[in-house]
């Protein structure tokens, strides 16, 4: 069966620190990969897909850069963190041919 | 423009009552359409979906929800709640194929209440 994993779970970082969020995919291979953002009350903003290795698309300018250096792997980057870029960040795939999504467990990102 | 609308904010409900939550969405072709629960702190699990066929689709937890194109809505039901239920709902929209068009336009989400 196939699973998605998130790390870290929670984080706090000050304002202008770097950030690196992981998602890995096991059980199924060339999955499409997500990252999503949620704050409180605004709902689910896609900030990021990507269709294969090294295909990134962006859904939102902004501070975030995103990246997928193995098949079933997702990292969400930022060079500088700012206070809006506090919340909850999901990261989800799907198949190929269905858009039926699987979410991770989320990390909690803290910006003081 | 490619929209879901979930117009209840939070709904409360007593314990062992009915439940309806509105989703409407705005779609140029043929949609796929989703609900998902969310617990405090986690990720979203699919309670079901609606691809073609049966316009009355059941979900996990004893949920359902009817797929009516008249009215561009596919409202989740379920008959009695438990106090489990309470969490937030999504609604989403999304094309038929998958790849690059395979992205999922949320609702805002309706957060549930139960009460004892």
Redesign the interface.
């Known amino acids: 069966s196939q699973t998605i994993h ?1 790390w870290p779970a929670t984080l706090v970082q000050p304002v202008g620190s770097p950030l690196s969020l992981e998602c890995t995919v096991e059980g199924t291979s060339n999955p ?1 990969l ?1 990252w999503y953002r949620q704050a409180a ?4 903003q ?1 900030l990021f ?1 990507s ?1 294969g290795i090294g295909q990134i ?1 962006s ?1 939102v300018p902004q501070n975030l850069s995103a990246s997928r250096p193995q098949d079933r792997q997702f990292i969400l980057s930022s060079k500088k963190l700012l206070l809006s870029d506090s919340g ?1 960040y ?1 990261c ?1 795939w ?13 990390t ?1 990102l803290t910006v003081l | 423009a490619q929209s879901v609308t979930q117009p209840d ?1 939070h709904i409360t409900v007593s314990e062992g009552a009915s439940l309806e939550l509105r989703c409407n969405y705005s779609y140029g072709a043929t949609p ?1 359409l ?1 609900w ?1 629960v969310q617990s405090p ?6 309670l079901l ?1 609606y691809f073609s066929g049966d316009t009355l689709v059941q979900g996990i937890k004893g949920f359902e929800a009817e797929f009516k194109r008249s009215q561009s809505s596919f409202n989740l039901r379920k008959p009695s709640v438990h106090w489990s239920d309470a969490a937030e709902y ?1 609604c989403a929209v ?11 336009i ?4 309706t957060k549930l209440s139960v009460k004892p």
């Open positions: 998130q499409n997500y009350g605004r709902g689910l896609l897909y269709v698309s859904e909850f999901l989800a799907s198949g190929v041919r269905e858009n039926e999504q699987f979410f991770g467990p989320g909690r | 904010i796929y989703f998902y702190g986690q990720g979203l699990q699919l979906k999504f999304g094309a038929q194929r998958g790849g690059s068009q395979g992205n999922l949320f609702g805002k989400g």
